[in-house]
């Protein structure tokens, strides 16, 4: 599955791949046509990606072949242990939570799973973790503050689910729970927007020391298509609503809300999955490698000066 502005780029990648296959199995004539092939792909990848408008962001931040958390999970994160349930209700399969070891240091692993294949999508909810989920969270959270284990978070939701049954479980207390357990957190704490970071539900993994975004992730307090209902009564209008809500990586570094933004290969983290997941624990290395000369005492005033500082306001 590849966006409309994305085919001219398939039809190079499937060639390249062709090329790559024959050069494998003893054909070393293809060796030029592959390396102009690929040549052409960065520099058309490069051109497309560059003038990308902010909706066409977020078709990107939800395109089914991006990294997701169990990838960045199986990629980064060695002799993972999963945590499963609440301890009240049942276990959220939107929300992966468990231990492992990020090059060689024990860490808290959190994040939102959207599935992929038909069946897991629904077996994940698309992502969209009931009230049980940001419990299963909040019990992780904890355990890292009592071993004094870092937390590293991967954001990548629509938003919390709406249904009435999380509503009845207390869907909203869930949310404020895990934001305040985060925020008060005296270990070092790493959020990564890795692709759609909608409202509550992504800000409920997203009260960190750092926080990170992707090259074409969104972070908002509301999905265009929400945005574009409430304010135009007009599902069309989502360009207009992408483009107001500044929800793109560069909006976001602008204003304050993230701290940096991770690149993509060719821009969009898609075509090369692993070499996007070795992209991001470099910068998740180099945070942590920073939050870890600080005190618990010091992570925990700066965690809250930032947050306290965003967004502005006037007193009368």
């Known amino acids: 599955m590849f966006l409309k502005f994305e085919e001219k780029l398939a039809e190079i990648k499937e060639k390249i791949e062709n090329l790559k296959a024959l050069y494998r199995s003893g054909n070393p004539q293809v060796e030029k046509e592959l390396r102009d092939l690929q040549r052409e792909f960065k520099e058309k990848a490069k051109k497309i990606y560059s003038n990308l408008s902010p909706w066409e962001r977020v078709q990107l931040a939800r395109h089914p072949r991006r990294p997701h958390t169990s990838d960045y999970i199986k990629g980064l994160i060695k002799n993972f242990v999963e945590i499963h349930g609440d301890r009240r209700f049942g276990d959220d399969k939107a929300i992966i939570a468990g231990f492992g070891f990020f090059k060689g240091m024990p860490v808290a692993v959190i994040g939102h799973e959207k599935g992929k294949k038909t069946s897991e999508r629904k077996e994940r909810n698309f992502g969209m973790p009931h009230p049980e989920g ?183």
Not at 136 to 150: D, H, N
Not at 191 to 197: K, L, M, N, Q, R
Not at 218 to 235: F, H, R, T
Not at 264 to 285: D, K, M, S
């Open 134 to 316: 940001y419990r299963k969270a909040v019990r992780v959270m904890k355990l890292a503050q009592k071993y004094r284990m870092p937390l590293i978070t991967f954001i990548d939701t629509p938003g919390a689910f709406p249904g009435i049954g999380a509503e009845e479980r207390g869907q909203s207390e869930a949310i404020a729970e895990s934001m305040i357990t985060m925020g008060r957190l005296k270990v070092p704490t790493v959020a990564v927007v890795i692709g759609e970071g909608g409202s509550g539900g992504a800000l409920a993994l997203g009260v960190a020391d750092r926080v990170l975004i992707m090259e074409n992730a969104y972070y908002s307090v509301i999905s265009p298509e929400g945005c574009a209902a409430i304010l135009w009564k007009d599902q069309s209008k989502v360009k207009e609503a992408s483009k107001a809500l500044k929800i793109t990586a560069e909006d976001l570094k602008a204003l304050g809300v993230v701290d940096d933004i991770i690149p993509e290969p060719f821009h969009a983290g898609h075509w090369y999955p692993e070499r996007t997941v070795r992209i991001v624990g470099f910068f998740l290395r180099r945070c942590l490698k920073e939050l870890l000369k600080k005190s618990p005492t010091q992570l925990l005033e700066e965690r809250l000066k930032k947050f306290a500082s965003m967004g502005v306001y006037e007193s009368f």
